[in-house]
């Protein structure tokens, strides 16, 4: 796995074809992934996750697989979607074995850093869905702000 940046405790590393039964395992996860990722009932197979990590490759997708450095244990992934040359979207996906331990606040602003010091970004933003008070709690603890809310999403960005 090619390692691109990394955090005190994450190596923030390419999506990878080894690590496909770790991304079943979370993106299946009804009762931690599931009910905040969209709401999709979906159920993903292993040759839909293989196709998956090829496209992001050939598309050189900003998505990057969280490996603890300690465990070598799979963390979640992360990713700037939509980049364009002033910002990018956030999204991050932590499988349930792996949360409560800070991992999200560590990668939001690991990601945030590097969309602005490596990339050159101005803005990361975000969506998430109003009832995940944890995810939100922990984009507020990395400094992003409430700039918009609906009944399904609130919005938030960090500005350099």
Not at 88 to 96: F, K, N, P, V
Not at 126 to 143: D, W
Request: aromatic content about 10%; charged content about 30%; proline content about 1%.
């Amino acid at each position: 796995m090619n390692q691109i940046f990394e955090s005190d405790r994450i190596s923030f590393v390419e999506v990878a074809e080894c690590l496909v039964n770790d991304y079943l395992e979370m993106i299946n996860d009804e009762s931690n992934y599931k009910r905040f990722a969209g709401g999709t009932a979906k159920t993903y197979t292993a040759e839909q996750e293989i196709k998956w990590v090829r496209k992001k490759l050939e598309e050189k997708a900003l998505v990057f697989s969280m490996i603890e450095k300690k465990s070598g244990k799979f963390i979640g992934n992360i990713e700037l979607m939509h980049p364009t040359d002033s910002d990018g979207e956030l999204g991050i996906g932590i499988t349930a074995k792996m949360q409560n331990v800070g991992f999200g606040t560590e990668a939001v602003n690991a990601l945030t850093e590097y969309a602005m010091r490596q990339l050159g970004m101005n803005r990361v933003y975000l969506r998430t869905n109003p009832q995940n008070s944890r995810a939100i709690h922990v984009y507020q603890k990395c400094g992003f702000k409430e700039y918009d809310r609906t009944d399904e999403h609130v919005f938030m960005q960090r500005v350099r």
